[in-house]
């Protein structure tokens, strides 16, 4: 079991940065790949960037490549993203999620959705014009 709380959301004028922070308890965190995902009103859930249990293997959607960064600190349960150069298309709710992989792989993260079984309650992030 994992359990997920983000904080660091806020509102932010385009072309600022933020970092994003997700706290991590439970003893399977250190083997669970780690990612972070979105959602606009009236939009569905979407991928943004994924990190394996041991902080390799970054991968970002598309629309925040080159702008955003995904990293974890296993000795401190945390994981992290930071946005640079936000855009008002980057409002949304951001949540941070994890899974566990049986048997461990430590390999490339997963981006699907449905592969992740431990979700954050959201924290909000909102990038006036």
């Known amino acids: 079991q994992v359990q997920l709380v983000e904080f660091g959301g806020g509102l932010v004028q385009a072309g600022g940065s933020l970092r994003l922070s997700c706290a991590a308890s439970g003893p399977t965190f250190r083997i669970s790949p780690s990612g972070w995902f979105r959602q606009a009103p009236g939009k569905e859930r979407e991928f943004v960037a994924a990190i394996s249990a041991g902080g390799g293997y970054p991968v970002y959607a598309d629309s925040v490549q080159g702008r955003f960064t995904i990293s974890r600190d296993n000795a401190k349960n945390m994981a992290y993203l930071q946005m640079n150069s936000l855009k008002p298309d980057d409002t949304a709710a951001y949540y941070c999620?994890?899974?566990?992989?049986?048997?461990?792989?430590?390999?490339?993260?997963?981006?699907?959705?449905?592969?992740?079984?431990?979700w954050g309650q959201g924290t909000q992030v909102t990038v006036s014009p």
């Open positions: 999620a994890a899974y566990t992989e049986s048997p461990f792989d430590g390999g490339s993260p997963d981006s699907r959705k449905s592969r992740y079984t431990y």
